[in-house]
């Protein structure tokens, strides 16, 4: 298995970021729902959002910048 975070959108393409490097997607093979700063999971050739991973980048991230600027 490997995971990805959603990079971005550009029309019809999802730009997601694994192993440091960018990669383009079809739309439509990724839940429907997903977002930017979500975390895919790819897993014998489904992608899924994987959420309690985005949860977690999610708090790391507000932590950074909480810790910035104090």
Do not use: Q, Y
């Amino acid at each position: 298995m490997k995971n990805g975070v959603i990079d971005r959108f550009e029309d019809d393409i999802v730009v997601i970021e694994i192993d440091g490097e960018t990669r383009d997607f079809p739309r439509e093979s990724i839940p429907h729902d997903a977002k930017v700063g979500d975390s895919i999971l790819f897993d014998n050739g489904e992608i899924r959002l994987d959420p309690s991973e985005t949860t977690i980048r999610k708090r790391e991230i507000k932590k950074l910048m909480d810790d910035l600027f104090e």
